[in-house]
């Protein structure tokens, strides 16, 4: 079994910062893409920032400039490194990413989420 544990939110008052983490552990034989969406109350689930394998980064448009994400292949982690927070960053923030797992027998890729971390930016 392949899963995803986060860590790393909580409060922070505006213009300060938070680094989350996402380490990925089980059967696992590679990790493609690993990443970050969040959800905002009411609000649809967004994509925040991705990094590929090979390290390239795609970011939303409010978070660039302020928001930086790299990755640990030898741990399969993934962090994401927010500054100059707003409040509108609110959000519960969820770890992505693509693997490919196997069974010893059989190989497949799986599309896992983390369970959620909740970042509040609030004087």
């Known amino acids: 079994q392949v899963q995803l544990v986060e860590s790393g939110g909580g409060l922070v008052q505006p213009g300060g910062s938070l680094r989350l983490s996402c380490a990925a552990s089980?059967?696992?034989?590679?990790?493609?893409?690993m990443g970050w969406y969040r959800q905002a109350p009411a609000k649809e689930r967004e994509l925040v920032a991705i990094?590929?394998?090979?390290?390239?980064?795609d970011f939303a448009d409010s978070v660039k400039g302020r928001f930086t994400i790299s990755r640990d292949n030898a741990k399969n982690t993934v962090f994401l490194q927010m500054n100059s927070l707003k409040p509108e960053d609110t959000a519960v923030y969820y770890c992505?990413?693509?693997?490919?797992?196997?069974?010893?027998?059989?190989?497949?890729?799986?599309?896992?989420w983390g369970q959620g971390t909740l970042v509040t930016v609030s004087s």
């Open positions: 992505y990413s693509d693997i490919g797992t196997s069974n010893g027998i059989t190989y497949r890729n799986l599309e896992l």
């Open positions: 089980g059967s696992i034989v590679r990790v493609n893409a």
């Open positions: 990094i590929t394998s090979g390290g390239s980064t």
